[in-house]
Nanobody
Framework: VQLQASGGGLVQPGGSLRLSCAASGFTLDYYPIGWFRQVPGKEREGVSCLSNDGSTYYADSVKGRFTISRDNAKNTVYLQMNSLKPEDTAVYYC???????????????????????WGQGTLVTVSS
C-alpha cells in the first residue's frame, strides 16, 4: 500500500491549489482517504476525509474553502484548496486505514485520534 501526495507549492493568500493523492497497490475507492497537515513543532491536524461510501468530512478551519473528491479511473483523491490563508501553510499528507470502518477512520482523523498510514507529503506555503 503506497500513497503519494503531490501538488503543493507557493501561493499568495486568497489563491488556490489542488493536491493529488495517488494510490498504488490497492484500489482506493474501497478505503477511506483522508488528508492531514503538519507544521514542524506543532501537532498534526486532520483536514478532510472521504469515506468509501462517498461521505465527506472537513475540519471547521477549512469548511467552505476545501473540497475533497475522488477519480476512481485514476485511482486518485484530490483536495481542492481555495481562498488559502497563511495559516494553511503546512506539509500535507494523504492517509488511509484498513483497521477501522471507513466513517470511523474519517471521524478519528478529524479528531486527531488516528492518522492511519501515509506516504510522502507535499509542502503548501501561503505567503505574499
Amino acid at each position: 500500500v503506497q500513497l503519494q501526495a503531490s501538488g503543493g507549492g507557493l501561493v499568495q493568500p486568497g489563491g488556490s491549489l489542488r493536491l493529488s493523492c495517488a494510490a498504488s497497490g490497492f484500489t482506493l475507492d474501497y478505503y477511506p482517504i483522508g488528508w492531514f497537515r503538519q507544521v514542524p513543532g506543532k501537532e498534526r491536524e486532520g483536514v478532510s476525509c472521504l469515506s468509501n461510501d462517498g461521505s465527506t468530512y472537513y475540519a471547521d478551519s477549512v469548511k467552505g474553502r476545501f473540497t475533497i473528491s475522488r477519480d476512481n479511473a485514476k485511482n486518485t483523491v484530490y483536495l481542492q484548496m481555495n481562498s488559502l490563508k497563511p495559516e494553511d501553510t503546512a506539509v500535507y499528507y494523504c492517509a488511509t486505514s484498513n483497521l477501522y470502518g471507513s466513517s470511523a477512520f474519517c471521524v478519528a482523523l478529524l479528531n486527531k485520534e488516528e492518522f492511519g498510514s501515509w506516504g510522502q507529503g507535499t509542502l503548501v506555503t501561503v505567503s505574499s
